[in-house]
């Protein structure tokens, strides 16, 4: 008969395999699953995995390169791909790009009709504003399952689109979802038609969460929705210039180099009407300007100052 200190012993012994066997077999979450997408550009290129995860996701960007980016995510219609966008949606933006730099507006617009039926079904579910080069910055945003093209199609010095040079990755979404769950804003963010962007916290230096409200949602002259860009300026700054460029239907809008004395810090880019996303930014003292990429956006009402003292 085993005496009572050996079979403690063995008790203890069993019960220490079994705490270590789940230890060994309980594995850790990758940033994928907890919801970080870590992207970066180094040049004409998004560096990012090719799948993710549904729900809510946090795009981390590093642009890296010389060039004002940003990141779109275009949701494709079914049985719709990347070589259907190669083959039947780039060409047209290519020819009308290339006639409005020839200030041939009206073939620009022929050009620009024989986009494809299916792409006004392609649904934008945000992505990050635009980004300076070699800044950082946090976009989070809610994915739905389905096959999306990463985009970016600010333009090169000669007027062609970032997306006809390597800036379009396709990226599959699957159905399971992250673990991630939406950050605690510190500001909100309405932007409308009618109203334009309006600010309705008052902010303060610091590390700032935007919550973006997407009221409505419209397509403007330039095939695209409104957006939330954050842009910080100094005393060189032309704002006109700024309203000018960020109208890619201009020669010279969203064209390489960007106008002087703006430091591009992230934003939200296009979501669907009541929808949210969110993005954040490390506010210094300054004077800063949320604004969308549509023509006139002054006019619109979707641009709105403020100061950080």
């Not at 009308?96 to 006004?120: C, H, L, V």
């Not at 330039?222 to 939330?228: A, L, M, P, T, Y």
Request: aromatic share 12%.
């Amino acid at each position: 008969m085993k005496n009572p200190i050996t079979i403690c012993l063995l008790l203890f012994t069993l019960l220490s395999c079994k705490t270590k066997e789940k230890e060994i077999t309980t594995p850790e979450k990758s940033p994928l699953e907890l919801g970080q997408v870590n992207v970066s550009t180094k040049s004409m290129e998004f560096f990012v995995s090719d799948t993710l995860y549904s729900g809510w996701n946090t795009f981390i960007y590093n642009n890296e390169s010389q060039e004002v980016h940003f990141i779109m995510m275009d949701l494709y219609p079914e049985g719709i791909t990347i070589e259907n966008t190669k083959t039947e949606l780039l060409p047209p933006f290519d020819d009308g790009m290339r006639y409005i730099m020839e200030n041939q507006m009206d073939s620009a617009m022929t050009a620009f009709g024989k986009i494809p039926e299916w792409y006004q079904k392609v649904k934008f579910l945000g992505g990050t504003g635009l980004v300076s080069p070699k800044y950082t910055v946090k976009s989070t945003v809610y994915l739905e399952p389905g096959r999306y093209m990463m985009e970016c199609y600010v333009k090169m010095f000669n007027g062609a689109w970032h997306t006809s040079h390597g800036m379009l990755k396709e990226i599959i979404v699957k159905d399971e979802a992250s673990q991630l769950t939406p950050p605690s804003a510190t500001a909100n963010i309405d932007i409308s038609s009618i109203n334009g962007i309006l600010l309705k916290d008052s902010l303060s230096s610091g590390r700032q969460v935007f919550q973006t409200n997407f009221i409505d949602q419209k397509v403007y002259e330039n095939f695209v929705g409104h957006d939330v860009n954050l842009v910080k300026y100094d005393a060189t700054a032309s704002l006109d210039s700024l309203v000018l460029w960020m109208n890619w239907m201009n020669p010279r809008g969203l064209r390489t180099p960007a106008p002087i004395g703006f430091t591009f810090l992230g934003g939200m880019n296009n979501l669907p009407a009541e929808s949210k996303g969110f993005f954040e930014a490390d506010l210094t003292p300054g004077n800063y300007i949320l604004i969308s990429e549509v023509p006139a956006a002054d006019e619109k009402r979707l641009l709105y100052k403020f100061s950080i003292d």
